[in-house]
């Protein structure tokens, strides 16, 4: 289309295909971002049940080694008492670590992704200060 042509064209139909260009765009981007997010989905969810599977052999690894301590203490002491040197240990080391999870989320809060919101308000902003001008 030549530029003399374009200037004839008034500027509601050239506004209302730009909008329909735009819608197109948007659903042609929506689309494939949904495709995208499907297949990655999949190995996301492949990857997640990997990973369960980890965290359930390597939970039993840490019963089998808590054990094994029992079973070393034991040797010179009652096991009794080397059971509750080990429970005891592991009492500690939960309770040190669910101080700092506390701290962490603390740190992390509130839940709200507080710079997304801020820059969509700047960018509503932009767009209502354009669409006035």
Known sequence: MSS??????PVGELVQRASQQLTELVRGELRLAQAEMKEKGKLYGKGGGLF???????FLTLEALVVTVIAALAVPLPVW??????????????AVLAMRGKKEMDRAAPPAP???????????AEIKESAQR
């Open 81 to 94: 008492a080397a059971a509750l040197i080990v429970t005891a240990v592991l009492g500690v080391i939960a």
């Open 52 to 58: 369960g599977g980890a965290g359930v052999v390597g």
């Open 4 to 9: 003399t042509q374009s200037h004839q064209e």
């Open 114 to 124: 507080e710079q997304t919101i801020e820059n969509v308000k700047a960018d509503v």
